[in-house]
């Protein structure tokens, strides 16, 4: 028995699981239906995807948000998952979720799929027979990611990285990283009996003024550790950034540069696609101001050419969305896509040229880091500050790299801290900001670049 | 003076942390940052070691009200805190909450000064206010 | 006397007016407000004005629309006028304003403005002291007009084509040239008192598949025929029409020969402006898809570099729009105004070229007419239909050009009729669409066409 | 068969009644087509001209119900227009309003057919299903 099969069965020994019957689930993934892998729909729509963000404690809650949101045309179907279940913690998770069908009131914010078991979820995945992408931001997501495959759901978010730097202040990071290489070889190792699994990593991160160099080196790093494991579709992603022009170059700077270092490793056989998430960031109270937000989101990824889109609603500033704002997202989503037409098909040159020389210049001293495997480089490079991503709440994060926004809202790198930006792109980037103010109005003017679109 | 701050709880948003970071430094605080995922024997034995005046809690993601009704018994186990200016802000209930019916819950859990949705700068205005009156 | 002086005492001596006082109309615009003139503001504001649509029949009424729209932030008002004065039926219109005033029920679609006077009018718009826009349609507006500016309403919709194509069976049209030539002298004549009276051309005409090329020339013909009677701040305008890049190319086209023409006549000291107006034909019926629409517009405004936009409401498929719907997009839309960042200068130099050469082969149609004025020979132009109004009901036009969307909702030209349009720009049109159908298809492409933002 | 179409009243909104006219046209019927702003007189007097066997009316801005009511009596005074067909469609009320309260309201104007809000083909498919159970 393999290394990786060993370990495969203490994970999926543990207490809270049902058995595990690793031929049948085998089986299941050979013999699924096509409509349930999201790179079937990627190979075969000519439509951007519209997926939606939730998740409820129970199966009925769970069930009747997908009837709402198959009402509302939506593509690809999400699955979020209990914060319980994101620490393991399946003890508490599975008395809150019985607490939850007790009562009739929600005692999980999200649905807890390990108490459920593959088995039941399954039911419900192939009753609606359409692709399930699964959103956490789990560091140990091992026990997690078998049973979503055993159970239907085929692109599953996050990695070590983007799952960590945003959501936790001392989750240790290179266990995070091992976690990670294992949810991989698992992925790739289904990819061979079916349609490939997708892998998606979470783009967004904090949400809050991180450069485009940033989020695209975390992206293509992520990516890498992936394909590198064997898998064979990828999404990489990034959200909404405030500036139309800024989005459009980082697509195409994203997508360029994926495609390059997955054929410098060998793998360029995979496929790899782009996703965009609706602003992510600080969102204005006002609903209808919200409601412009998202509509002109859409506009942006339909310029940015993103193969799929993740959507958010207008009750964002208030608290945990409702099904029905949820659903009408979607409905409205796929309206907007329908008479977004014309789009011209545009970029700016030294923008791309100035972005991909610094996502390089990073990429560079990663794989220049002594270490012996990629995983060690890039877990020293976050240590000694050569990846830095604002805002971060990690421990092990620098914090020393300072943005704010120039005047057409474009986010610039005032203080590159230890990440290596070259001289030339840092000279640009500082060029565009007005940088004689006192200490005062910068940090005002960073708070305000924070709440551009409240 | 001397100020303890962070974000209580299992709570990782960040963003405001930051911004009361500089902003209070910007005014002059001398500031003991804790930052997110903070609990509350964190806050208090901070405030003991620094031998702080204030401590300013940022609560976003609506779970300070299960650490709230804790704030009393466990500020009585310490010593000389008499003098200490509580103040919490930032999104105090999950979901929707009217700020006429979480002010009086907070301010019966110890705290001196409650800024449910308040900007910034407006809370810190207050808290000059209320520092002024106190020593006038 | 002159002889417009004499025509004007005439048209003031309307048993329906109160006392017109020249002098005193004179001094109050010579001492009038800068804030009341929209060509103050387009020569000062660096941002895109917002202007929403609206008219009811009391003073109470319209009082209370404005204050909900300058509680919206709102940066032109409306004064949009009842459809009995539009045909000069003062009687009608006054029973109906005093039914109006006795029973609370609006019995009129607009605000008689000719019956409520311009001394009381006056005291409103000088109360808000925002600049305000005339809406009608009237093709005689002599009277209307002159009301307007001594209300202190120094922005005037329309022209002899624009109010009359779209909005009239069998009023005739030569009659409309004469009666505009007398609005365009008078608003020249006070032009010269203060900041200029503003015209603005309605380019939306039809709404409905309407080619740019028409678009174009009319827009620019009206605007000669303002400018030849001395009119100093003119507006040409045209609504979102399906495709993001035929608006860019459009509005470049339009500003570039609006200049051009303007030079060529020798009036390039004049001003001129562009507006865009929110998606007008058939909507939605969802409000929530009307909402998207009109957002969306907003987005391609910005794209367009529009100096004013002019908005419709999510209630538009079901009715006359309420003032808060109508305020609630005045907000949202000053709220994208402020979002939309970054936003790329591009456009199609193909397009542009193509674009431009059909409008100057019928611009160069219309200056070969034998005819000795210029609105002689555009009046010859329509009636020869070497200006075809795509779906205009008035029976002077030829009805004999069609159009269709090609793949990227493009509007083009499938059949000339008698429009020179030039054989390589008639291949170009032709060559984008699938013109192998039978009838039958094509006809419901076209009516496919027509519904495709519902 | 026969068709008497066009738009009643003070109404120019002439979209549809190009589409009526392209679609009258394709299902095979001739087609006398009256354009907008059209009275309804005339209507009764192209129907007696062309001896038509279907009026087909359209109102879009709400004002057929004015008109309608005048229907019957009008009517009345032609002679022979005992089998004529008559269809209304478009937008039947002012602002917005239920097909239920709508549609015995035209049917005692007189209408045969009452297409409130009702796509065009859809009306059509109706008119034709209609002649058939007649003619049955
Ligand atoms: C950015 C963001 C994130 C980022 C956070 C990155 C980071 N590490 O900071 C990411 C994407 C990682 C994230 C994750 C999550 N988030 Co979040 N997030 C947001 C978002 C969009 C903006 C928050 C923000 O940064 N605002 C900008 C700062 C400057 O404003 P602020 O935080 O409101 O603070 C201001 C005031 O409150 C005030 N203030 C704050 N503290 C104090 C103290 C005093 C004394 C005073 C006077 C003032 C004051 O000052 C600030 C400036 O004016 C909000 C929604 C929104 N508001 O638009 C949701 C939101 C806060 N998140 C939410 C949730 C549920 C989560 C998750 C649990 C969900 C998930 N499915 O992923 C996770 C995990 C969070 C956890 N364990 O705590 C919910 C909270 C629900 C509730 N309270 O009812 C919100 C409201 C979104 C929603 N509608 O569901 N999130
Ligand atoms: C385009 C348009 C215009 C154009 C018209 C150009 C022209 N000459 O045709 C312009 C800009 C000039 C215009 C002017 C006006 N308009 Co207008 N216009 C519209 C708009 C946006 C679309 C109409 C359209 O062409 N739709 C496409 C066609 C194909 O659809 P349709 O007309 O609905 O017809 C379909 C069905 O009804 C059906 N149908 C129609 N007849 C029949 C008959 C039968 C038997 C059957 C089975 C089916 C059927 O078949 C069609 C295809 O499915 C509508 C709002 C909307 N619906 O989005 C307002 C609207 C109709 N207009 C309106 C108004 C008030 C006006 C004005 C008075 C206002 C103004 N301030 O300018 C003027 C003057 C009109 C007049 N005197 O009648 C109102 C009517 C209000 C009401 N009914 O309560 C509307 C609803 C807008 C609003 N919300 O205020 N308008």
């Keep these: 028995m393999s290394l990786l099969q060993e370990e495969r069965e203490i994970i999926l020994g543990n207490q809270y699981v049902e058995a595990f019957d690793f031929a049948e689930v085998e089986d299941f993934v050979k013999n699924a239906n096509k409509e349930l892998f999201i790179s079937h729909h990627f190979k075969h729509s000519n439509k951007m995807l519209v997926q939606p963000r939730g998740g409820f404690p129970t199966y009925k809650k769970q069930f009747a948000l997908y009837e709402f949101f198959v009402n509302a045309n939506v593509d690809v179907l999400p699955l979020t998952i209990d914060s319980n279940t994101r620490l393991n913690d399946y003890k508490t998770a599975a008395r809150m979720l019985r607490l939850s069908e007790e009562n009739d009131v929600d005692m999980l914010n999200g649905y807890p799929l390990v108490n459920h078991g593959y088995r039941t979820t399954r039911n419900m995945i192939t009753h609606f027979n359409k692709p399930v992408s699964l959103r956490h931001g789990t560091p140990d997501a091992r026990l997690l990611i078998e049973q979503a495959i055993a159970s239907g759901i085929f692109d599953i978010e996050g990695g070590p990285i983007t799952y960590l730097l945003p959501y936790s202040k001392n989750f240790p990071l290179d266990k995070a990283f ?3 290489k294992y949810v991989e070889r698992v992925c790739a190792n289904y990819s061979q009996l079916n349609e ?8 967004p991160l904090t949400a809050t003024l991180v450069p485009p160099a940033i989020t695209i080196v975390i992206q293509l790093l992520e990516m890498l550790l992936s394909l590198e494991e064997g898998v064979k579709s990828f999404s990489v992603s990034f959200a909404q950034q405030g500036s139309m ?6 697509g195409h700077v994203l997508k360029k540069l994926a495609r390059h270092y997955a054929e410098e490793i060998g793998c360029g056989d995979a496929s790899i696609h782009l996703v965009y998430h609706q602003w992510m960031g600080a969102f204005p109270m006002d609903p209808n101001y919200a409601e412009q937000l998202i509509s002109i989101a859409t506009v942006i990824a339909s310029m940015v050419r993103a193969d799929k889109i993740i959507t958010k609603t207008n009750q964002e500033a208030a608290g945990i969305p409702t099904k029905e704002a949820n659903s009408e997202t979607v409905a409205n989503t796929q309206y907007s896509l329908r008479i977004l037409n014309g789009l011209p098909d545009i970029t700016d040159e030294q923008e791309e040229e100035i972005l991909t020389a610094e996502v390089m210049a990073i990429m560079e001293a990663v794989f220049n880091d002594p270490a012996d495997t990629l995983w060690r480089k890039v877990f020293n490079c976050i240590k000694s500050g050569i990846i830095d991503v604002p805002f971060s709440p990690h421990i092990i994060n620098h914090n020393q790299m300072i943005t ?16 290596p930006i070259p001289d030339h792109c840092f000279d640009y980037e500082k060029a565009q900001c007005d940088l004689s103010k006192d200490t005062t109005s910068i940090v005002n003017d960073i708070i305000h670049d924070i709440g551009i679109m409240q | 003076m001397k100020v303890v701050t962070g974000v209580i709880g299992n709570d990782i948003h960040v963003v405001a942390n930051r911004l009361i970071d500089l902003s209070l430094k910007a005014r002059g605080y001398e500031v003991f940052n ?3 995922n903070t609990y509350l024997e964190e806050f208090f034995d901070a405030v003991i070691e620094t031998d702080a005046d204030i401590l300013l809690i940022s609560s976003l993601n609506g779970e300070a009200e299960g650490w709230g009704r804790e704030v009393k018994a466990l500020k009585a186990e310490y010593k000389g805190l008499d003098k200490l200016i509580m103040m919490i802000g930032g999104n105090l209930t999950v979901g929707a909450g009217k700020a006429e019916d979480i002010i009086p819950k907070y301010k019966s859990y110890g705290f001196d000064l409650v800024c449910h949705q308040i900007d910034l700068n407006t809370g810190l205005d207050m808290l000059a206010d209320y520092i002024k009156e106190k020593s006038a």
């Design chain 1, 245 to 250: 022009m800024q989005d459009i170059v980082t």
């Design chain 1, 196 to 203: 490939p699994i997708n892998r998606e990593s979470f783009g």
């Design chain 1, 404 to 419: 704010i926004r120039d005047d057409n809202k474009n986010i610039r790198i005032i203080k590159r801290g230890k990440v």
């Design chain 2, 34 to 36: 804790l930052g997110v």
């Design chain 1, 178 to 180: 091992l976690y990670w």
